[in-house]
């Protein structure tokens, strides 16, 4: 996984203060506060983590060179020259916290710095000067994360010569003809003027990151700045376009969009997306914004509710050249967007209820002031159930898929609509005790036949409801192994150990972990369906078993007795895998897979523009044929261009039907499973259990 430059997490609200300017090498150095504030999160870390890691010279080590590629990531700036110099302070990092002396970390810095500067003032010069011949058979390696750090400068001047090369390739193949040198001196101009512009706050924080996250991946530091915009992102996540960015190399990589908000909406820029160009109105200038501050991109793609923004979009995975552009309108989230929504659908002759989650949503001021009607993922499930039962359906469906989680207490609640009462997760502290999150209500809303319906992006307590209802066997799971993220987090306020008036940040804390009723834990593995769907080979690369030091998978005690299961699991799998063999819906899923896959593979581009369009026409090619496969079934007509099918999207979000596919298979399973079994009630498996 390729590390984050400054890695935190921003919704698309904005930013506060000014664009930062040039910073003066002389300002580069620790202050006392942070030189007390690095003794602080070092006491933090091993007192209260919840692995209680010990910061030595193995961690030390290990930070020393994530904070290198922290800096450099795709090895484009420093050479192996440079690694033997630095290489004494790589037993450093742990004494920079025990003591308070930070002078490694701005020293690396400050040398990176000069780096940068020397190869940007190259880059332009290739950009300028030479003329490039795409008639050559060359190649250029677009992923380095993995290789060796270049000998010498010899070496990089030549990895930089075939980097401008490429660059202006993707260009010219993207349609941009016009002003390639400008766009292209602004652009390496832009990572100069990023690396300049970061401060002693900045570099701090790079520098606690690279110990963190050699720790596990959901612990981090937030300078000042960075907190004070993550909570304008809490605070005003309901205004915006509804998207999570964060910096990855030299991009804004889009991390989810919000569901309600407009890029969700769109149905037309997703997750791995990264955004390479802003614009303001229908007709403002592109701003190429690769190598910016993320800061600085969200200043741009903020404004005023109603207003348009366009975006030119790099896809997931594409880094030949291919990009797209959209425009969207600044909007508010519509709550009841993201709230519990419920359809009825027939299969087989059957009516089956389904009701969407798109999070574990509670209005805690509501709850807490005793408000009769305050809003709840559970109270609005409840009141669905209810509809469903009235309309007679034989089962119902949860879909939780892109359900990145929410309130564990309303995972609790809703747990508790489909069983009696009794334990629905376990959470380990990092002293070792657990405590057990109950349903305390008896009595069981809906008894009648249940599935959920899970992603790769069912995420936190999403896992929590789908693994109690799994163990409980309650209900019957299918879709992709989820997420994996079983473990909790708390911010803890680094100002009040210092007992001073001076915001020193704040540090993300994983202090605990959660177990499902039967012991397993959710971290990791995720929970796995009951069913699962061939989709799933490639959430291999995705979720927390991507991430770099995520904890493993674990156990303990179980809360409950094993269930013995009631559903005919090995029956309805084999009738699914025989049915989804034959679906022309699973076949364009998986194609799509496979592409992306490739695409995440591909580690080297042909420099000759004959090839390189070739490839692209091809990739092209293919996936419309697999769009225009998938539209005959749907008994829709061929396309003749990709552009085309971008623009019935802006008349329907899903003219494919591409997200029906799952659902449409999970309800052909539950109608299996109802007709050819007979269905223990809820009330019956319950008396079993007991």
Known sequence: MKKLLLCFLVFLVGSVGATPKFVPKSELKPDEFQRRTALVIGQVLESFHYTKPEINDELSAMAFDRYLETLDANRAFFTQVDIRQLDHYRDEFDDSLHNGLLDPAYTIFKHFRDKVENRIAFAVSLVRFNDFDFSLDETYQIDREKAPWATDDFVLDDLWRKRVKNDVLSLRLSGETKDIEKKLIRRYENIRNRVQQMTSADIFQAFVNAVTLS???????????????????????????????????????????????????????????????????DKGEMLDVIGWRLDDVVDKIRGPKGSTVRLQVLPKGEDSGRTKELALVRDQIKLEDSAAKSDVIEVD???????????????????????????????????????????????????????GGGSLTEATELTGLFIDKGPVVQVKDSNGNVELERDQDPGIAYRGPLMVLVDRNSASASEIFAGA??????????????????????????????????????????MAQFFR??????QHRGVIPDVVFPT????????????????????????????????????????????IQQDPGFAFLIDQEKRIAELRDLKVLSLKESVRQAELDQREEEQLESLNRLRAYRGLGALESLDEQEELADQDKDPEGIKKIMLEEAARVMSDWIVNQPVIAASESQALFR
């Open 517 to 522: 009723v039967q012991g397993d834990s959710t």
């Open 215 to 281: 720790i596990e991946p959901h612990t981090t530091y937030m300078s000042p700045r960075s907190s004070e915009n993550f909570d304008i992102g809490m605070r005003l996540s309901l205004q915006g376009i509804g998207a999570v960015l964060r910096g990855k190399d030299e991009y804004t990589e889009v991390v989810k969009t919000v569901i309600g908000g407009p890029a969700a909406r769109s149905g037309k820029i997703k997750s791995g997306d990264r955004i390479v160009g802003v614009a303001q109105g």
């Open 536 to 579: 799933s080979f490639g959430a291999k690369e995705h979720g927390e078993r991507a991430l770099e030091h995520a904890l493993p998978w674990a156990s303990i005690e179980p809360a409950i007795r094993p269930r013995p299961t009631i559903f005919p699991i090995e029956k309805l799998r084999a009738i699914s895998e025989q049915r």
């Open 469 to 510: 209802m799994q163990d409980y066997q309650r209900a019957l799971i299918v879709g992709e192994p989820t997420f994996g993220k079983g473990t909790v987090q708390t911010l803890v306020d680094l100002q009040r150990y210092l007992r001073t008036e001076k915001d020193l940040g704040r540090l993300r804390l994983t």
């Open 349 to 403: 002759n059957l009516k089956l209820g389904v009701i969407e989650i798109p999070g574990f949503y509670r209005d805690f001021s509501g709850a807490a002031s005793g408000t009769d009607d305050f809003r709840s993922t559970t109270r609005d499930v409840r009141e669905l159930l209810t509809k469903l039962e009235a309309e007679k359906v034989n089962g119902i469906i949860i879909d939780l898929r892109q359900n």
